[in-house]
Each structure stands twice: as structure tokens, then as C-alpha cells.
């Protein structure tokens, strides 16, 4: 019945599995028959501690019974504290809140452009390098900024000033920053849409000094590493990078629709009074949710994901059917024998919850997932593999 009206009603823009999720707790999810499942997704690296999590629940509930928006013509305190603590965490120094990654990007690209504007009088420094493979959201603009073809088709004419590095060759990045007028670089430091590939730390360094060298701003995507999901706050700080913009969004907001971008000291007052906004961003019940979830996001939960990270590892090490595995903490990317898509759908009817990245099968579940649930989502997944492989 549900799944027939949203066939009818919904525009049919998601190939959706054929399952109809009413409830969860913590990394299980179950369907309209009370069937269990593992949740390995986590609404695709959103859900930080989980369904329904007591403490993000009480915290939004309490914003919801007293204000749930008032317009960014107002002050909020949850608002303020979530900046405060943002910034007060990562160093730098102001936040805008946007409500997705796709407009947190956006927002980055024209602070990008308008700082350039402000520096050379005119729009001769627009152009903006990202990366092959990358993913940076759905809005013309950050089609344009996501370095695939395929992205590229059906929907032009699309934003001018993008262009395009090959990841891992120094040459392609230095050739362009050469050849273009550009004020940025914008990158995920794990492809993750892309197939969750981590840069090499030493693309990074290069990375570092191209926009050194060519005073361009570094912006980095860490809409989905970010939150704890690759096992420190920021990922950019397991490189040891300062960079100029952060944009982050999915884990940030716990599960409902939040984003943000971070400036640093030289972007910090690029915007003023007119010049960006948000009917919705900033909304004091996301925010809400989302100060009870970066309360909570600290060192001794970190080691947990880098340690469950690992445990999956271990898990997945002398699978036969398992050709490779690549990622940072709780965002792995797991090369398999059989087809990703067909993975997917075989974990699913066996009660474990994966996601596909381009031909990997993505493990990004719920931060808070026991050892005990890994074990279990684990061997499902290689019986999984194992089954075709019998075939
Ligand atoms: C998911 C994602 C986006 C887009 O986020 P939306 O909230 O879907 O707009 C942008 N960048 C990266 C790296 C992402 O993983």
C-alpha cells in the first residue's frame, strides 16, 4: 500500500529498495512486519548515534515544545551555541548554517568567488579546481563542481568556473592552477559518493602547496568524513591541514536537515549583512539535535570508531570474495567479487542494511553500533558474497 502510493505520488528520482521502515533503535531498524535489520547505512551517514537516540530525541523534543523557528532575522541560543562550539573545537572562526550539503557547497563556492572578488576588483579570479570522482551535491552548481561526466549530462547549461584535477597527480593539480585564474580548490579528503578513496597524505601536501603558492583558498567537502564519521572530529585533522572553509552536513545535524560551512581567518568576513541567507538554516531544533550529538563526539569516542573501523577490517581480512577494502573509521569502502547493487539487495533480505558507492559496497552505520551487531552485519555480508561466488 505505502510503497504503491509512493510509486504513484513520489517523482521517481530514487530506485528504492523494497522495504518500508517504521521504526529503530540505535543500529536496528525494523520494517512494517517487525522484521530486524542491522543497519549498516545509517540513512547514508547521517544518523551519528543512531535511531531514536535518548539524548538527541530529549534535546529536540525540548526545542520543539518551545520555539521550532523564528527566521534568521532573530537571534537563537541554539543556534549561537552550536556555532560557538564548532568554532571553538576546530579553531575556526565564524559559521554560516545551511540545511544540506548541496547548500553548504554553495555557499562555500560563492565565498570562494566573492573573496576573489574583493581581493582582484573584478570576477577575472572565479575559477574554482575540484577533483575527479568527487561529489559535492544536486544544484546546477555543485553538479558542475563534481568532477564526473556523468554528472554532466541533461541538465545544462551549467555553472561556469569549474575545472577539474586528476586525484593522486601533483602535475594535472599545478598544470591548472597555472594555466586558470582561481581562488580555490575544493576536495573531500575520502571520495566518498566517489567510491570511498582516501587522498594519500602526500597528494594532500601537494594540495597544500599548489594553493600556497597560487594564494588559493582551501576549502574542503567534509559533508559526509565529518562528525566523527572518519574517526576524528574533522577528517582534515587527521592530515594536518588548516584549512580556509569546512563545509559539513550530513552527521552533523543527527538526522535532521542541517549544514554548515566553516571559516577561517581569511574567510571569516567575506560575507556581510545581505550578501548569503536562509529562510530554514540555523533552525533552533536542528540545532538543538545537533549540539546534543557534537556534545558528545570526543576523544574516547573517537578511538571507538577507529577501533570498530578496524574490527570490521579484521572481519572482512581473508575473504576471498572481498578484493579490497578502503576508508577511514566508520566510512569503509568494500571491494567485492560480486556486483555492489546485487550485495545490497541480497544483505537486505538477509536483514543487514548496506550502501553501494559507485562499485563498492559503503559501510558508514550509526557510530554507537555494538561489536556484537558488526560481528553479525559482517558475516551476513560474506555469506553474502560467498553465496554468488558458489553459484
Ligand atoms: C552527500 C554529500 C553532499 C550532498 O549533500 P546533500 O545533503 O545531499 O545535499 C555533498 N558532498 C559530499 C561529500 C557528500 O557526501
Not at 33 to 57: E, H, P, Q
Not at 242 to 259: C, E, I, N, Q, Y
Request: charged content about 20%.
Amino acid at each position: 500500500m505505502i510503497q504503491e502510493l509512493d510509486q504513484e505520488y513520489i517523482a521517481h528520482t530514487y530506485a528504492r529498495f523494497p522495504v518500508t521502515f517504521v521504526k529503530g533503535e540505535g543500529a536496528l531498524l525494523y520494517d512494517e512486519s517487525g522484521k530486524a535489520y542491522i543497519d549498516m547505512g545509517a540513512g547514508i551517514a547521517v544518523n551519528t548515534f543512531g535511531a531514536a537516540d535518548k539524548t538527541w530525541c530529549a534535546a529536540v523534543s525540548e526545542q520543539l515544545g518551545k520555539l521550532q523557528h523564528t527566521s534568521n532575522l532573530y537571534y537563537t541560543e541554539p543556534c549561537a551555541k552550536l556555532a560557538a562550539s564548532l568554532c571553538r573545537r576546530t579553531g575556526l572562526k565564524r559559521v554560516f548554517f545551511a540545511n544540506s550539503g548541496a547548500e553548504a557547497n554553495e555557499c562555500a563556492i560563492k565565498a570562494a568567488r566573492k573573496y576573489a572578488f574583493m581581493k582582484y576588483g573584478d570576477e577575472s579570479h572565479a575559477t574554482i579546481i575540484t577533483l575527479k570522482n568527487s561529489f559535492h551535491g544536486r544544484t546546477i552548481t555543485t553538479l558542475a563542481a563534481t568532477g564526473q561526466d556523468a554528472f554532466h549530462t541533461s541538465f545544462g547549461p551549467f555553472t561556469e568556473g569549474f575545472v577539474y584535477a586528476d586525484p593522486e597527480e601533483p602535475e594535472s593539480l599545478e598544470k591548472l592552477a597555472s594555466a586558470n585564474q582561481c581562488c580555490a580548490v575544493l576536495f573531500e579528503l575520502v571520495q566518498g559518493e566517489g567510491g570511498v578513496r582516501p587522498l594519500s597524505q602526500s597528494y594532500v601536501e601537494e594540495i597544500k602547496r599548489v594553493c600556497e603558492k597560487y594564494g588559493l583558498l582551501m576549502m574542503i567537502d567534509e559533508v559526509q568524513t565529518g562528525n566523527g564519521r572518519t574517526g576524528s572530529l574533522y577528517c582534515y585533522e587527521q592530515y594536518g591541514l588548516s584549512p580556509d572553509v569546512v563545509t559539513t552536513a550530513k552527521g552533523l545535524g543527527g538526522g535532521l536537515p542541517l549544514g554548515a560551512v566553516l571559516f577561517g581567518e581569511r574567510t571569516k568576513d567575506v560575507y556581510d549583512p545581505g550578501s548569503h541567507g536562509s529562510t530554514f538554516g540555523g533552525n533552533p531544533v536542528c540545532c538543538a539535535g545537533a549540539l546534543s550529538i557534537l556534545d558528545r563526539l570526543d576523544d574516547a569516542l573517537f578511538a571507538e570508531v577507529r577501533r570498530k573501523g578496524g574490527l570490521i577490517r579484521e572481519l572482512l581480512a581473508g575473504c576471498g570474495e572481498v578484493t579490497g577494502v578502503t576508508g577511514l573509521g566508520l566510512m569503509i569502502g568494500v571491494e567485492t567479487t560480486r556486483p555492489a547493487k546485487e550485495v545490497a539487495a541480497a544483505c537486505l533480505a538477509k536483514g543487514v542494511v548496506v550502501l553501494t558507492a559507485k562499485d563498492k559496497v559503503r559501510l558508514v552505520p550509526p557510530l554507537v553500533i555494538s561489536d556484537e551487531q558488526i560481528k553479525e552485519a559482517v558475516r551476513v555480508l560474506k555469506e553474502v558474497l560467498q553465496e554468488s561466488s558458489a553459484e
